[in-house]
T-cell receptor
């Protein structure tokens, strides 16, 4: 599975958009980009995933660059409850396991 | 949909004791996963079941660890002769059978183990 690189921490103001970047320059054609988050002392929570098209659901939007070497998770209107560690994971078609890195610690400020 | 449940939520034990954790997956999910997470790190994969068959085990799963899923529903993870290095959060996840596009894993709240 391709390696991902994320900034260790970020912050944003409540009500503003949070844009979390992820670099996956070695991604191959059959690998999906998954995002999870983990609020303190809870299990990871699935957010969204995509292959090459941009995706949106009720939680977030995922923007994948045309060359697929990077992506951005967008929380359109961050709330204090969005404070968590966000993990970007690249997962290939035949792989069942998720390989977590260190993630980005997002702090949403009041 | 009641989600993935894990019991107990917390376990404190003395070094050398055996412990067992239970995971109940989302009903009709036939894939079940165990992960371990130490403080400040992301979760690490331990093992994976499809129905009752254990299909993959990480090298992290030493011979003191054993996992079972006898009827393809709930699973147990047992640690024998616990060591202080086993202190961690043990996470269970389940997913429906499908391609990686649909095989989204949903996690339980975890069992936090403290070995004194």
């Amino acid at each position: 599975d391709a390696k991902t690189t994320q900034p260790p921490s970020m912050d944003c103001a409540e009500g503003r958009a949070a844009n979390l970047p992820c670099n996956h320059s070695t991604i191959s054609g059959n690998e999906y980009v998954y995002w999870y988050r983990q609020i303190h002392s809870q299990g990871p929570q699935y957010i969204i995933h995509g292959l090459k098209n941009n995706e949106t659901n009720e939680m977030a939007s995922l923007i994948i660059t045309e060359d697929r070497k990077s992506s951005t998770l967008i929380l359109p209107h961050a709330t204090l409850r969005d404070t968590a560690v966000y993990y970007c994971i690249v997962r290939r078609d035949s792989s069942y396991k998720l390989i977590f890195g260190s993630g980005t610690r997002l702090l949403v400020r009041p | 949909d009641t989600g993935v449940s894990q019991n107990p939520r917390h376990k404190i034990t003395k070094r050398g004791q055996n412990v067992t954790f239970r995971c109940d997956p989302i009903s009709e999910h036939n894939r079940l996963y165990w992960y371990r997470q130490t403080l400040g790190q992301g979760p690490e994969f331990l093992t994976y079941f499809q129905n009752e068959a254990q299909l993959e085990k990480s090298r992290l799963l030493s011979d003191r660890f054993s996992a079972e899923r006898p009827k393809g529903s709930f699973s147990t993870l047992e640690i024998q002769r616990t060591e202080q290095g086993d202190s961690a959060m043990y996470l269970c996840a389940s997913s429906p059978k499908g391609s990686v596009d649909t095989d989204t894993q949903y996690f339980g709240p975890g069992t936090r183990l403290t070995v004194l």
